[in-house]
């Protein structure tokens, strides 16, 4: 665990978490404990073809099933307009999902009518009773393919089935290439992976008809956007809606974006003017919530004889599914994946093009890391090449082409990087995982006829996601995140923010943030989020950015707080305001501390003055609140992550022995909460690399519906995760945090798939594409013999 | 009765002792075990993951073992003794492998920990001092999306320490 | 998902369990340990009609070794594995059983179950054909035995009539030249398998193999034996490398398996050689302890 030098109470400690105790005596509310009076259940009849035209659809039997409430199809909801999915650029062609379609299905999975029932057995009945006949079409399933020539359209009214065409470059790419020694190609198929909470979606939407108004409790990361986005859609304002995202059980990105079983619902209830609960199942989740990462990906790396990288150039092929996913769009992956694709090389000559194609899959957007992940597996794969091809280390190749610790740089995609610990987390890695002597290792055991690999990736973390970030990745938004902090008349600190944790432990750190800038103990802060009626709005929790825009947002409210409580104790000390300092839960006065006033004084003076004996200053509203926004300008977190694996070249199966991380993630707010972020993500990557994929055959029928099918990883498939630390804190972040959460999963699939072609390199085996499962690696071996 | 009598269709009574305490509700056959803990009984602790006994997250103790009341019927139940996670607790502290978890940073999400928590009482009631492999050996049936069960196993280790100090 | 409405109905004696099961024909299904067939049912890819629960038949548990390793239909894996009678008597199903899914599974898991679900890739169907097992079945008409040769017809199917309750499963005692091994690959470690290879064989003092049953997994409708293979072996030494290549060989040329999405057809047949050789290395070494 880190440690951080500080000689704050609270930020940088491994303070315990505030959340354990519910959670530990399974005390948490998630959306399905929640019981409501007169309670319903959803239940969607749901598409078994990946492409096909609805002939007919009855519902008559499903609705004469004995506590069936009520059966929508796409005749019933002609009020729900279809969901739009876009971006104010111009590349972009925005597009339209049907919450119900009323004539083509294209996905496995997706729904096609609405059950609601007493309960979700009775509904799961009735789904069976819907009689549906389809008329398969031929799928899609190869996002090139779907670009190409002469390809089926997959949807109406456009002019090919790419969401979006973009391309950059700086500087003179094509002269550069031509110029240069060496030129280096790569071809890789990212794999198609799923985000995967253990709780799936979840919402329970409550119509209540006297007061005109809805609440909708949801598994989410994004209340407030929940809030504002769906509105309008089922025929509120804004007002009229409040959205409560109470425990959530993980969400990785998935649950920042809203389906049409989200608007079903909610109109559901509206319509029969009762609660309904809908709790996504297992089978619901893998074929038809939300798929992630699957890019192909075309890299070049020209670089001089020396093995100096002089230019790069990458063409990303996003595999977005059948729809544009709502509201982050398939963009995520593919455009994410181009923005970093120099990573902490210094190439100043870039060139990107990018396209996100539609297929017969499900929707895919945002998971952890995104496409970052998909870009940064393609691009060090080609650096670990390009090194046994140039005969040189591949570590020396990039220490050589790193860019220098501590400064500032502009990268060839235009990113501005803070500073970091570019070079040095490499060079700790190889440390911790002992390069050195790894290598005599490695031949001893290929003695023995054993074949060890290590592979490396290092990485940069963009955090934050703030308005500067996200149109510097191609995303042109600004957010709005603010936090209110506010001190009770008994002096209790309460922060209500727009973050909202699903793991990450906000109502510690946040905690420990705004403890320490009131000097108050915890115990007497608390922590608010995921309810839209009593948080300042924000964007919510994703995209590492909880540590970065909490800390800022936090920070600037509680210092407004602050001068209020000087101002309010200056008077009653008789010093001046600027003398008074806020330690331990008391305002006293600088150099003589026993002239103290405890908050709760201050609380009771500012709320009631004369009442109890004090006085509020002239001229001050003494109000102790303040609502205060933050939106950080660009920051990077970097690190490296290492990986030794073990493969068994007779059964192809790989086994990971150890796995390094070392992040430099600036200001730490809790150590322990941040080595938890990094070995969690780490453990999605080896997840990712080894043994989860979401695949469909050549006619769309989908092949990972189950648990047996899509693997999760379990302590058997991950190994001991170690973490090192570096703290280079950024020169432009309140509080120079950078943000933390997704380094691990975009970098370990690299560092896995670099060992394991590091392991097979001997034989000639160069790997194009994850999962590396065993079947795939003893063909790839099989292959090179020949 | 004879077993053609005794064809239950619609709806009975269960009964059965849940944390040491006699309970009851309604279920018919196909009511799974642990929607009749969460939403007859009210024991909402227990959590659905999978419905196919892969994630673990359902995970409770029927009869002193370790069980996916997923793959159960509310029926089968009938006259068993069940432990789940909001019996762990003795009163306002929490049980040792509760503090373990909280101490090692055992949880993030907390929608997996229930299971965990039933599964590491089982483990540790078997075998006092398990070897690292061993625990996770036996906890490879509990998934954990948040952890990379590295603060797992430390909880565990740590649990086991606890109890070995403290005696159970 | 939630499995589809059924009747239930919990049986107190085989003889209940027999006339239950005759009464209600294809609509009825057993319900033992439930691991493989509840599953099922919450997916609805089975939907049967009437389950007939046999987990308070008294008789139908138990572990006896009494010569050979007598084991109940309904004794859970899990108090198998902590049988120091059964890991004495044959310690290859004590070690097969670990491989089988996770504790809590083998905890409600049955012995019975895992023979009569006949999952092609399972470990237990193949151990029992390896080691010449069989099983008892009781009908209607009364009881009769089914050697393991006889049991397993396809994929998910065996001899048994729908009306006929599995009662017991029956492993041959190990004799003491009796040296055995399981070798298998799975994506995780605890999933059904891709491929895997069970040996049985009888080993003389100086290494020779006598005589061997050699069972395929996961490769094909049912678990299989290598006649090839065994072949192979027979009257020869064990250290033999070339011995062992061989009857890897012969293993992999005598099957024709399919692929789907966890492996190739091509991966199942090379890695099914592999495993023969490395269970026979395993067999060269001492085998499986009790």
Known sequence: MATTETNAPYVGRPIPRVEDARLLRGLGTFVDDIQRPGLLHAAFVRSPFGHARITSIDASRARELDGVALVLTAEDIEDLAPIATGLPREEVVANNRPVLPPETVRFVGEAVACVIASSRYVAEDAAQLVDVEYEPLPAVIDAERSLAEGAALLHDGTESNSFAHIEYEQGDVEAAFAAADHVFRKRFHHGRFHAAPLEGRALLAEWDPGAQEMTIWMSTQIPHLVRTLLCHAIGLSEKQLRVIAPDVGGGFGLKLHLWPEDYLVSAASKRLNRPVKWVEDRSEALAASLHAKEIICDLELATKADGTFVAMRGRYVGDAGAYAAYPFTPLVDALCAAVMLPNVYDVQAVRFEVDAAFTNKCPAGAYRGVGWTSGQTARELLVDEAARELGIDPMELRLQNTIPDGEPYVSGTGCKYDGGSYGAAQRKAMELIDYAAFRGRQEEARAQGRHLGIGFSPFLEPGGWSGELAKRMGFPFDYMDSARVTIEPDGSVVVAMGLHSHGQAHQTTMAQVVADKLSVPIESVKIIQGDTAQTAYGAGTFGSRGAVIGYGSISRAAEEVAEKVKQIAGLALEAAPEDIELKDGNAIVRGAPEKAMPMMMVGFTAYFGAFVGGKRPPGIDPVLTSTRSYDPPETYANGCVAAVVDVDVETGAVIVEKVVIVDDCGTILNPMVVDGQLVGAAAQGVGGALYEELRYDEDGNFLAGNLLDYLYPSTLEIPPIEVGHLQTPSPVTDGGVKGCGEGGTIATPAAVVNAVADALSPLGVTIARTPLDPSHVLSLIREARG | MSVQDRLVEGEIVVRLTVNGEERRGIAEPRLLLVDFLRHELGLTGTHVGCEQGVCGACSIRLDGELVRSCLLFAVQAEGSSIETVEGLAPGEDLHPIQQAYHEQHGLQCGFCTPGLLLATVDLLERNTSPSEQEIRDYLAGNICRCTGYVGVVAAVQEAARKLEAGGS | ?290
């Open chain 3, 1 to 290: 998902m939630k499995p589809a409405p059924f009747k239930y109905v919990a049986a107190e004696t085989v003889e209940e369990a027999v006339a239950a099961l005759g009464e209600h024909g294809d609509e009825a299904k057993v319900l033992a340990g439930g691991q493989s067939l509840v599953p099922l049912m919450n997916l609805r890819l089975a939907t049967p009609g009437v389950l007939v629960d046999v987990n308070r038949i008294a008789e139908l548990s138990g572990v006896r070794a009494n010569g050979n390793l007598e084991i109940g239909a309904v004794t859970r894996q899990a108090a198998i594995e902590r049988s120091a009678e059964a890991r004495a008597a044959a310690p290859l199903v004590v070690e097969a059983l670990r491989h089988v899914a996770h504790p809590p599974i083998r905890s409600r898991g049955t012995i019975g179950g895992t023979v009569a679900h006949a999952d092609p890739a399972a470990e237990i169907p193949a151990v029992l054909l390896a080691l010449g097992g069989e099983v008892v079945a009781r009908g209607p008409g009364g009881e009769r035995t089914i050697p393991a040769d006889e049991l397993f017809q396809g994929y998910f199917t065996t001899a048994l009539q729908p009306d006929e309750l599995l009662t017991s499963v029956r492993f041959p005692a190990q004799g003491p030249g009796a040296r055995t091994a399981l070798q298998e690959v799975a994506r995780k470690q605890a999933d059904f398998a891709l491929a895997g290879a069970v040996v049985a064989a009888n080993v003389g003092d100086d290494g020779t193999c006598e005589s061997a049953r050699i069972v395929l997994f996961g490769v094909a409708d049912r678990p299989l034996r290598a006649p090839g293979a065994e072949e192979a072996v027979t009257s020869r030494s064990l250290a033999d490398v070339a011995v062992l290549a061989d009857a890897a060989q012969s293993a992999a040329a005598g099957i024709d398996p399919t692929g789907d999405a966890h492996a190739s057809a091509e991966y199942r047949k090379e890695v099914a050689g592999v495993l023969v050789r490395r269970a026979l290395t395993t067999v060269a070494e001492g085998g499986v302890q009790a």
